[in-house]
Structures are given as C-alpha cells and as structure tokens.
C-alpha cells in the first residue's frame, strides 16, 4: 500500500472550515484513500474514503486531486469536539495484493480553539 | 446498532500476572484486528482474524502474547507474565468482510502494570 505524509499539527477557530492535507504521491490506481480520526483516550473512528470522486457525508468531504496524489478532508464548520488526531491511510483491495492491515501513521493533531 | 465493545475499560495488574482482554465485533463483522498503542505513539498492529483463524500473527510482540476467537464473534487477547512495558491501551478493531472494508474501532482496554 501506498504511504502517506501529513502536517503533524494544525489549528482552526470554531466554526471555520478545516482542511487538513495529504500526500500520497506513490498511490496507485485501485488504492483508496480512507481517514479516520481518534479524540483522546478514545478508539479511532471512520469519517469517510473514496478512490477518485470526491465524497461527502455527514461528517467531512473528501476532496481528491485529478491525478490522486494528493487529498483534503475538510470538516465544513469545525466544532471543539473535532479536536483529534486525523489519520490518512491508503489501502488497495485485497485481491489484487492490498494489505488487510491499514497502517496508521502519526496523523494529524487537529485543535480547534474558540 | 451496537459498536465494538472491550472489557474491561481499565485493568492494572502487577508485574508476571496473566491478563485477558475481551473484544465483542459488530454482529456480522467476519474481520477482527488487535491494535496497541503506547502513549503519545500511534497504532501497533497485533493480530489479525479472518472469521475464526488468525493468518497474521506477525505482530504479537513475543510470545507470552496469544489471541483467540471463538464462534467468529468474540475474540480474547491474552497477555501472560505481563512486562511493565505491556503498559499501553489496546485497541479492537472489527470490518465487514475480508479486511479490506472501514474498520470500526472499541474504546480500548488501558492497561497498566505496575
């Protein structure tokens, strides 16, 4: 599976959008792109993935560039509570040799202040 | 629907005692994962199921670390002679099929040995 580079930290102020970078410049084209994002002292959560479209759902969008070497979640109106570690992980299907382990790096530390 | 669960939340133990942790998937899940995670340090991939085998033990870190699951459902972790580095939350992980789905992760189990 392909690797992925993200900031270590960034901020927002409450009721701003957030958007939080990802590069994954060696993706190849059956991987998709997942986040996920852990609050503190809980288990991560799954917020969304795509594979070439742009997604949204009710937690975030998911916007993925032409070429698919780079990503943007953005939480629309970022809330206190959005204050966590945001994780990108690629990751190919399984039957053409992905690997059934997503590897989590160091994330993001996303603080959204008042 | 319910989530992953694990129990307990918190277990402290003193040095060389066994310890078993409890993971319950989401009904239907047929992919379990055992995570840890050190303080301040991102995931450690442990174990991996399939259903009720295991073919990817290669990250129990030695081997007073065993894991089981029973019936496709509930999975134990157990961590014999615990070292004061066994010290860390460990986190379950349950997908729909095959591994290669959006993982859905338990609030952990903190563990501490004193």
């Known amino acids: 599976d392909a690797k992925t580079t993200q900031p270590p930290s960034m901020d927002c102020a409450e009721g701003r959008a957030a958007n939080l970078p990802c590069n994954h410049s060696?993706?190849?084209?059956?991987?998709?792109v997942y986040w996920y994002r852990q609050i503190h002292s809980q288990g991560p959560q799954y917020i969304i993935h795509?594979?070439?479209n742009n997604e949204t759902n009710e937690m975030a969008s998911l916007i993925i560039t032409e070429d698919r070497k780079s990503s943007t979640l953005i939480l629309p109106h970022a809330t206190l509570r959005d204050t966590a570690v945001y994780y990108c992980?690629?990751?190919?299907?399984?039957?053409?040799?992905?690997?059934?382990?997503?590897?989590f790096g160091r994330g993001t530390s996303l603080i959204v202040h008042p | 629907g319910a989530g992953v669960s694990q129990s307990p939340s918190n277990k402290v133990t003193e040095k060389g005692k066994d310890v078993e942790l409890r993971c319950d998937p989401i009904?239907?899940?047929?992919?379990l994962y055992w995570y840890r995670q050190s303080l301040g340090q991102g995931l450690e991939f442990l174990i991996y199921?399939?259903?009720?085998?295991?073919?990817?033990k290669s990250g129990l870190p030695s081997d007073r670390f065993s894991a089981e699951r029973t019936g496709g459902s509930v999975s134990t972790l157990t961590i014999q002679r615990t070292q004061q580095e066994d010290s860390a939350v460990y986190l379950c992980?349950?997908?729909?099929?095959?591994?290669?789905?959006?993982?859905?992760f338990g609030p952990g189990t903190r563990l501490t040995v004193t």
């Open positions: 009904s239907g899940h047929t992919a």
């Open positions: 199921f399939q259903g009720n085998s295991a073919p990817d």
């Open positions: 992980i690629v990751r190919g299907p399984l039957a053409s040799g992905g690997s059934y382990i997503p590897t």
């Open positions: 060696t993706i190849s084209g059956n991987e998709y």
């Open positions: 992980a349950s997908s729909l099929n095959r591994g290669d789905s959006e993982q859905y």
């Open positions: 795509g594979l070439k």
